[in-house]
DNA sequence: ATATTTTTTTAGACAAGCCTAAAACTTAAA
DNA sequence: TTTAAGTTTTAGGCTTGTCTAAAAAAATAT
């Protein structure tokens, strides 16, 4: 079945929204995920269960079905392979890459996809950290845990960040924060919840919004 | 001015036809070439019209502006270095290249395009032997003579394609004719004007539709 | 349990691009 | 020069995706 460029956001907004709450999406939730209105949404909702890309009920929020769901995935792993395309060969920065994929992600060619693939080193990670689903539209959502929840005094590694607007990811740039830093809190500050952190041997302090923000493995 | 993906097709096709016949663009023509009716090429030629796009007086065709032709060679311009890229980096064949770059061609980003012609090495040509346009939307059109119209006994190299459908393309891989093929003709077959060449030393026929499709250039 | 607030859906409209059918204009033929 | 044929435009409609305003349902507060 042949999605609009409109029906694969409406679906990949779904998927993102439905990872931080399984039990359903709600109408105003994607409404300002797709910056639309929520009547739009409800028309939209109910044109992709009608070709049962989503189960929905009205006033019940929608899911994915498995059908939405891989079809969501593939244009996840589109993006993120453009995005490292754009990383690593036009030598974008990370924070530039996003709104060009937003497009790029959109184009239809199972050959370009899988040659862009094959070109990249069949990547697993995109330059955010996120992981990128396979052909198949499979993916492997690595166990991450935000700064903010992780232990005081343990080395753990950034393995991914939460938010990637242009600002958050050119304030990492500017402490020298990425993709594989070491980092270990040092400190939680009672008063505003902010940290003081050993990033890559260097003391610094950061917010808790943008503790929130990152993730991090133990190492 | 921000363009339609629709409306740049449409500079487009304009510019394409207009190098035909300099004298002005017909609806039905550009209907054909849009793959839309000519009630639909009407409306729209209103719109570029108002723009400014175009000149255009009611009955009597259509001519690209000093603006509609910069943003028609803009397009064209992303179109010929996207089809760069798929053959010498995704290992495309000459004759795959042309329908994604239909899509590739509307991606709005000036850093990705300007970082894409750099990545590339700022090809002058594109896969199928046509320039590319610089920056500026300014270009240089190499004179280029059919083949059809080509002086017999001649050395000549095959400078460009002038059809780039995917069977006439495949009919030139199966000749082992491709851009900087060498090239004479050796007789002209007054039955059905094919002709009797010399390519790279190997002497074959081709029909006068095939040689209609083919520049060369004098070497 | 009832009232109030919030969320969601429906109703009705609009813009972009497309279509078919009919009218207007241009060109070619008689 | 009138008629016929071909081309182009207009009129009216359709689809996709959006909106605002109003109605309906659900959640929350009294
Ligand atoms: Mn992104
Ligand atoms: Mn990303
Ligand atoms: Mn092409
Ligand atoms: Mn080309």
Redesign the pocket.
């Known amino acids: 079945m042949e999605?609009?460029?409109?029906?694969e956001?409406?679906l990949k907004a779904i998927y993102q929204l439905e990872l931080e709450n399984p039990s359903g999406v709600?109408?105003?939730?994607?409404?300002e995920k797709?910056?639309?209105?929520?009547?739009?949404?409800?028309?939209?909702?109910?044109?992709l269960a009608q070709k049962e890309l989503i189960f929905?009920?009205?006033?019940?929020?929608?899911k994915l079905s498995k059908s939405g769901l891989q079809a969501a995935l593939l244009v996840i792993r589109k993006h993120r392979l453009w995005e490292v395309f754009l990383v690593k060969h036009l030598s974008f920065a990370w924070d530039e890459v996003h709104e060009v994929a937003e497009q790029l992600e959109h184009i239809k060619s199972n050959l370009l996809i899988k040659r862009l693939d094959q070109f990249l080193g069949y990547p697993k990670e995109d330059p955010h950290g996120d992981p990128i689903p396979n052909e198949n539209g499979e993916i492997i959502e690595i166990p991450k845990i935000l700064l903010s929840d992780f232990t005081t005094g343990k080395k753990a590694q950034i393995s991914a960040v939460k938010e990637s607007s242009p600002l958050f990811l050119q304030y990492l740039d500017k402490i020298k924060a990425g993709i594989g830093s070491n980092i270990i809190i040092q400190e939680r500050i009672a008063f505003d919840n902010s940290l003081e952190i050993l990033l890559d041997d260097r003391t610094l302090y950061i917010s808790e919004e943008v503790a929130k923000n990152i993730y991090v493995t133990e190492d």
């Open positions: 999605l609009s460029f409109v029906e956001n409406y709600s109408t105003t939730a994607l409404a797709t910056k639309t209105k929520p009547a739009s949404v409800s028309d939209m909702l109910k044109k929905y009920k009205k006033y019940q929020g929608a």
